[in-house]
């Protein structure tokens, strides 16, 4: 019974650590989208120009396919419009059915078209992979309740994920839909984690490996705090960007920058501080935590793609804005709040492990 018990803990653990990969990989993709301009390249969804294969050419659609596919966003529009006022966001309700710009129809790309295409295919693989999450979290259910319902509770999340998706595209990509489908990323992550996390403690029991876990454990959760603000800016900077670009026509990036607004100021700002706080954590960490522990690994992990991220902002910055950083931007700043929930976890773990000892 023992070693099957096992194996089925080993197996819940392959699959939900495939799934935290491969939601990692869709959000690069989801920066190359972005980065591309390609998020309009399906005007319609979950089909792409009403197929499940994509056209190659324009030869391949109706001449008034514009029109069509403008007229069939305009309707789901309304539904969700109906929707937001019932549930009481008048304003963004309003937002919606005065903003002219999600009416505007692009012309067909197939470039564009492929590259949305493909990010819609990984997060059908997504949804797959966390489907079978939930399957491989049953046999765990007499050993901890906890991991089969959130695993239920993610796969939900996916779904509601992915019809977020479908309004992003409906909506023409309104920039705080989109920060929502950003955030509702970080959550599914987050649960993939916990649950992955979860799982190893049946098999492994808890060890002592740093001095003062609650004192640790602080400055991380204010790092982690400041970490999804900088998300947010980061999300509205991209907002701005996608703005000016639009202005210069996808032309002139290396002036793009100079018209951001006081937003990019505080963005750029803001990881002076974010990195302060992770030297200090990582200074406390070296000073209380041994070497050879996972918290040390994860927290040198942690200051180092810090480090890079902040790396990619300056070449974003000063080299013209290029293409290919904006995607491992985002990556990693995902990434970062990864990492951070990780050593949170461990370090939780530890503070109530101190606390039980102290109360025996």
């Not at 120009?49 to 994509?54: Q, T």
């Not at 029991?205 to 790092?223: A, D």
Request: hydrophobic share 50%.
């Amino acid at each position: 019974m023992y070693q099957k018990n096992l194996n089925q803990i080993y197996s819940f653990r392959r699959i939900s650590l495939i799934a935290v990969i491969a939601v990692y990989f869709l959000i690069l993709v989801g920066g190359v989208v972005r980065s591309t301009g390609s998020g309009m390249g399906c005007p319609d969804w979950p089909k792409c120009f009403g197929s499940w294969v994509p056209p190659t050419s324009v030869n391949q659609l109706p001449n008034d396919y514009q029109e069509i596919y403008s007229a069939q966003r305009v309707e789901k529009n309304n539904k969700f419009v109906a929707q937001l006022e019932k549930l009481g966001f008048e304003d963004k309700a309003d937002q919606i059915k005065n903003d002219k710009s999600i009416l505007v129809e692009q012309e067909f790309n197939p470039v564009k078209t492929w590259i949305e295409y493909v990010n819609r295919l990984i997060g059908a693989v997504i949804g797959i992979l966390v489907l079978l999450t939930v399957f491989k979290s049953f046999p765990l259910w007499s050993l901890d309740k906890s991991i089969v319902i959130l695993s239920v509770l993610n796969l939900f999340l996916v779904l509601f994920q992915a019809w977020i998706g479908s309004i992003v595209v409906s909506t023409n990509l309104l920039p705080w839909m989109i920060t929502l489908h950003m955030m509702l990323a970080l959550v599914i992550v987050c649960i993939l984690l916990y649950i992955h996390f979860r799982s190893f403690r049946l098999i492994q029991s808890l060890k002592t490996t740093t001095e003062k876990p609650s004192s640790l454990f602080g400055i991380l959760i204010v790092g982690f705090l400041l970490m999804l603000v900088q998300i947010v800016f980061g999300t509205q900077v991209r907002e701005e960007m996608d703005v000016v670009a639009f202005e210069f026509g996808n032309l002139l990036r290396g002036e793009w920058i100079e018209h951001l607004g006081l937003v990019f100021l505080i963005h750029r700002s803001y990881s002076i501080l974010l990195l302060a706080v992770h030297i200090l954590f990582f200074y406390k960490v070296y000073k209380y935590t041994l070497r050879h522990v996972s918290i040390f690994k994860w927290s040198q992990a942690l200051v180092l793609v810090i480090f890079v991220e902040i790396l990619t902002g300056v070449g974003m910055a000063y080299f013209s804005v290029p293409a290919f950083l904006q995607p491992i931007h985002l990556l990693l700043g995902t990434v970062i709040v990864g990492i951070q929930f990780v050593i949170l976890l461990q370090l939780n773990s530890e503070r109530k492990l101190n606390l039980e000892n102290t109360g025996s």
